[in-house]
């Protein structure tokens, strides 16, 4: 059997059965799919993660629907020094429903007032901001620090981040967790824009090269860097941000 899917499940060492338990469909149904049989796009998408392979891949001759757009990518920059400064802020303002960050320190970020005035005054204005930083404390972070050559000098900097985003603290869209992740990207997103800052081992966030994305539909990169946004949230635990600003006051 010489259909891609037929391929697929191969190097996934799965089988007809297999493939039809994990759906919930009629092995009969999945033999149709190796025969050339259409499935419908949610089984579709269900292969794709199953399998490994892309949609595209597997039905190479299968029209693309017409509402599903290519995310649009606004620009590539070579580093993040390269970002214009104000853009951070101008991607906050846009914002109406939902702020996301993700960083290990993102101390650029703490450090620049106008735009820490724009996350309070979204957080006032009813917009959700989750902000998650690394765990001061954390194995991954400790590694990160000696990749970068700075040892502790990456849990200070969290540390000062946290101080320094400690008067979002009393606004109650506003939420801050640690995390102790491998982080392959930092993210900043508001509603549908992205500024993606990619990792490389042993070089800062600073000199790697940025992504500004507009998300246009369900399938492209930018829910890629959403749901990982989103795994890191749910695996994080909260950060005491009144309370470390009293730590570093009176330390």
Same mark, same amino acid.
């Given at each position: ?105 993102? !101390? ?23 902000? !998650? ?34 008067? !979002? ?25 992205? !500024? ?56």
């Amino acid at each position: 059997m010489n259909h891609p899917l037929a391929r697929a499940m191969r190097g996934a060492r799965l089988n007809t059965v297999d493939i039809a338990a994990r759906l919930a469909v009629d092995p009969k149904t999945v033999q149709r799919w190796l025969t050339g049989r259409m499935p419908y796009p949610r089984h579709r998408a269900a292969l794709a993660r199953l399998t490994g392979w892309s949609e595209r891949d597997l039905w190479p001759h299968a029209a693309r629907p017409a509402d599903r757009k290519a995310d649009e990518v606004i620009a590539v920059y070579p580093h993040r020094s390269a970002v214009p400064v104000d853009a951070w802020r101008r991607l906050f303002e846009c914002a109406e429903t939902a702020i996301g960050i993700l960083v290990y320190s993102g !101390l650029s970020l703490a450090e620049d007032a106008s735009a820490l005035r724009v996350l309070r005054a979204k957080a006032r204005a009813g917009v959700r901001v989750r902000i !998650l930083l690394g765990d001061p404390d954390g194995e991954h972070i400790a590694r990160r620090g000696a990749d970068e050559r700075i040892g502790a000098m990456m849990t200070a900097r969290i540390r000062n981040a946290l101080l320094l985003y400690a008067p !979002l603290t009393g606004e109650p869209g506003a939420e801050l967790r640690l995390h102790d992740t491998v982080l392959y990207n930092s993210i900043y997103r508001a509603d549908d824009l992205m !500024l993606i800052n990619s990792h490389a081992h042993g070089c800062p966030a600073s000199h790697a090269p940025v992504l500004h994305l507009r998300r246009a539909g369900r399938d492209g990169m930018s829910s890629t860097y959403a749901e990982s946004f989103e795994r890191v949230w749910a695996s994080a635990r909260p950060a005491r941000l009144v309370e470390a600003a009293n730590e570093r006051r009176s330390g």
